[in-house]
C-alpha cells in the first residue's frame, strides 16, 4: 500500500541520476496516506517552480521522502502558464464508448469509463486538465483521475478510467498510478468534480445496460446555441453540423461593426466552445453563424 506515485529513486542510484520537473502540476492523490515522491538516493531532486494544488510547503513536504527541492512552488494555477482546472463544471457524464455520444449510467464487467466533464474553460491560450474523484464500496477514499481539455478553449475534458473488480483492497498503489479503479462485482461507482464536489454521476457495475443518446452529442441534425444571454467574461456556445461544411462565427458590436471571428474552419459534428469576452466594454453584441448551409444570429448583453 506504500510507495511513490510520481517518482522512486533506487539507493543505488549515482550523482548522474536525474529527474526533475519545472512548471508542471502536480497533482497528487491525497486519498490514500503514503508519499508521493520516494527517493532513496543521495541526489536531490529539482521540483521547483510547480503548482502542487491548494497545499503549503508543510504538506508538500510530507508527500516527499528523501532529499529534494520544490522552492519555488505555485498556489496560482495560471503562474507560468500552468495548466489549471476548469473555472466552473456544469455536469459531469459517462458515455458507453469513445465516441461520446450515448450516456452510460451502468457498464458491464471490464468495461471502460469515458468520463466527460463539461464547464468553462480558465486559459483559452493551452489545454488544459480537470481533476475528477471516484469512490466505490472497495475504495471508498477514492482515487484522483486526469482528464484532459478537447481544444484550447472548448471547456470539455475527457478522460478514461477502468473498473477493476476485486474482493480486497491489496495494490492500491496499482489503482492510484493507472486510473484504475477497484470496484466490487455488483457496485455503484461515484464520480465526483474535484473543483465542485456537487457536480457528480453515478455508474452501476455489472449491472443491466442502460444508456441514452445524448443530446448534445446528437449527430443527426443542426443546431446553434448561446449558453446564456447575460455575460460577465465567458461566452460559452455549442452547434452541431451533421455533415461536414464551413463554419464561420463572428461577434459584432450593436452597430454591426466586427469585433472578433470566433470560429473559420471546415469540420462536423457537435462542439462546445468557450471565449474570454472580459476585455469589452458593457453593451449589446450579436453572435451571427454561419454554419454548413444554416444561418443564426443571437443577441448577448455584457456586464460586469
Do not use: H
Request: glycine residues 6%; charged residues 20%; hydrophobic residues 35%.
Amino acid at each position: 500500500g506504500e510507495g511513490s506515485g510520481l517518482a522512486y529513486l533506487f539507493s543505488g542510484a549515482g550523482s548522474g541520476a536525474i529527474f526533475s520537473s519545472y512548471n508542471s502540476n502536480l497533482y497528487y492523490n491525497t486519498f490514500q496516506a503514503d508519499t508521493e515522491i520516494n527517493n532513496n538516493s543521495s541526489v536531490t531532486l529539482s521540483l521547483e517552480n510547480n503548482y502542487w494544488w491548494l497545499t503549503d510547503s508543510s504538506e508538500i513536504n510530507q508527500l516527499i521522502d528523501g532529499p529534494a527541492s520544490f522552492y519555488p512552488f505555485e498556489y496560482d494555477p495560471l503562474s507560468n502558464n500552468i495548466a489549471s482546472e476548469p473555472l466552473l463544471i456544469d455536469s459531469i457524464k459517462n458515455y458507453r464508448s469513445s465516441s461520446y455520444s450515448e450516456v452510460a449510467e451502468s457498464i458491464g464487467t471490464y468495461d471502460t469509463l469515458f468520463i466527460s466533464i463539461f464547464g468553462s474553460d480558465a486559459n483559452p491560450d493551452i489545454e488544459e486538465l480537470a481533476i475528477i474523484i471516484l469512490t466505490s464500496s472497495r475504495y471508498p477514499t477514492g482515487i484522483a483521475a486526469t482528464l484532459f481539455e478537447t481544444d484550447t478553449a472548448s471547456g470539455i475534458y475527457r478522460g478514461e478510467v477502468y473498473p477493476l473488480p476485486r474482493s480486497n483492497l491489496n495494490l492500491l498503489r496499482y489503482d492510484d498510478a493507472y486510473q484504475n479503479i477497484g470496484v466490487n462485482i455488483t457496485d455503484t461507482i461515484k464520480m465526483v468534480a474535484n473543483m465542485d464536489t456537487t457536480k457528480c454521476f453515478y455508474v452501476g457495475f455489472n449491472a443491466p445496460y442502460s444508456g441514452i443518446e445524448d443530446e448534445k452529442e446528437n449527430d443527426t441534425q443542426f443546431f446553434f446555441s448561446v449558453s446564456q444571454r447575460i455575460v460577465r467574461d465567458k461566452l460559452r456556445l455549442s452547434y452541431n453540423l451533421p455533415s461536414e461544411g464551413a463554419v464561420r462565427i463572428a461577434l459584432y458590436d450593436i452597430n454591426g461593426r466586427a469585433i472578433k471571428l470566433l470560429r473559420d474552419r471546415t469540420e462536423r459534428g457537435y462542439q462546445e466552445l468557450s471565449f474570454d469576452l472580459g476585455y469589452l466594454p458593457n453593451g449589446i453584441y450579436f453572435i451571427k453563424a454561419i454554419i454548413g448551409r444554416e444561418k443564426a444570429t443571437e443577441k448577448i448583453l455584457k456586464i460586469r
